[in-house]
């Protein structure tokens, strides 16, 4: 057996495609993160964000087309009608899934307002600052799924496609797999614990599974995004450990850790987990609801055949 080559498939292994891709994205975003840095004295957070847009995107297109030898729009990115509507309704479910947490904080004392975010004093004006970061928690919504769940958790499932195995074997593990590495991470943030690595994996699940349904980022880009920034441009909680200077909200914390996250912000506390549920169980319904069933999608489930059409989006 050709540890390099699937024979089958006329390419390389999922491992090596991977590590590759991973290699490419590494260069592409440090490179592109230095010179922002070097440009920009104390850059926005959208400044920052954007040479991770490319570095991914571009990583990910060079992988599609050079390893993968498949559509870059197979990885869950094709935007049409139906994307946008799912884009929309994981915005929907995951503000909910936040504003609950909120309100159960706000209920038992272990909220206080302190002011609105445009009547405090910062060196930049508080409209730039939200619009900044509402940019931002777009940019990231998006390259983090496209990376963790679209790219990643597909080449692991194609790469763990073995007769023992099974498809759905292999697609848990490649679910597990891919979470981990998502809340690893986010292991290194400030304030971060084994908690909120555990937690965060957790969420990693909760944003894979609509993607297994759907075989779209849609609904996953949407949670990601909405939970970020309604979360910390709204309410005012840390984001995992990263406190937000320009939220609408400016509020004080108190009450036991283990419930709220602390410092780390809801993704590290029991209240965090909860608000997941919310989301894991508004994406069923929605999926239920819009696709008249819940089961895997084929993009997961059939074999690999390397695809003639060009990457020009369907409407």
């Excluded at 590759?20 to 926005?44: C, E, N």
């Excluded at 790469?159 to 593990?173: D, E, F, R, S």
Aim: aromatic share 16%; proline share 3%.
């Amino acid at each position: 057996m050709d540890i390099f080559i699937n024979d089958d498939e006329q390419r390389l292994r999922a491992g090596w495609r991977l590590l590759i891709q991973f290699i490419f994205m590494f260069l592409f975003v440090g490179f592109g993160i230095m010179a922002v840095q070097q440009t920009l004295a104390d850059p926005l957070m959208v400044y920052t964000t954007i040479p991770q847009l490319l570095g991914i995107t571009l990583s990910v297109w060079l992988a599609a087309k050079l390893l993968d030898k498949r559509s870059f729009f197979d990885y869950g990115i094709n935007f049409n009608k139906q994307w946008a509507k799912d884009f929309c309704t994981g915005c929907l479910i995951a503000a909910i899934s936040i504003s609950s947490i909120f309100l159960i904080q706000w209920s038992l004392g272990w909220i206080t307002f302190v002011e609105y975010g445009w009547n405090t004093e910062t060196e930049t004006p508080f409209f730039t600052g939200i619009i900044s970061f509402f940019v931002a928690m777009i940019i990231v919504g998006f390259h983090e799924e496209l990376f963790s769940r679209g790219y990643q958790l597909l080449n692991f499932t194609e790469g763990l496609k073995y007769p023992a195995v099974g498809i759905h074997g292999a697609l848990i593990t490649a679910i597990l797999l891919t979470s981990s590495l998502f809340g690893f991470m986010h292991f290194f943030n400030s304030n971060a614990s084994l908690i909120s690595t555990f937690n965060i994996m957790l969420a990693g699940i909760v944003l894979a599974i609509p993607y297994v349904l759907t075989g779209s980022l849609g609904l996953s880009v949407g949670l990601h995004f909405s939970w970020n920034f309604v979360m910390g441009g709204i309410f005012g909680f840390p984001v995992s450990g990263i406190n937000i200077e320009f939220s609408i909200l400016q509020i004080q914390q108190s009450g036991p850790t283990l419930f709220t996250g602390g410092a780390f912000g809801p993704e590290a506390g029991i209240l965090g987990l909860f608000g997941m549920t919310i989301m894991l169980g508004g994406s069923l319904v929605y999926v239920k609801q819009s696709r008249h069933e819940l089961h895997v999608d084929p993009l997961f489930t059939k074999d690999y055949q390397q695809t003639a059409k060009s990457d020009e989006q369907t409407a």
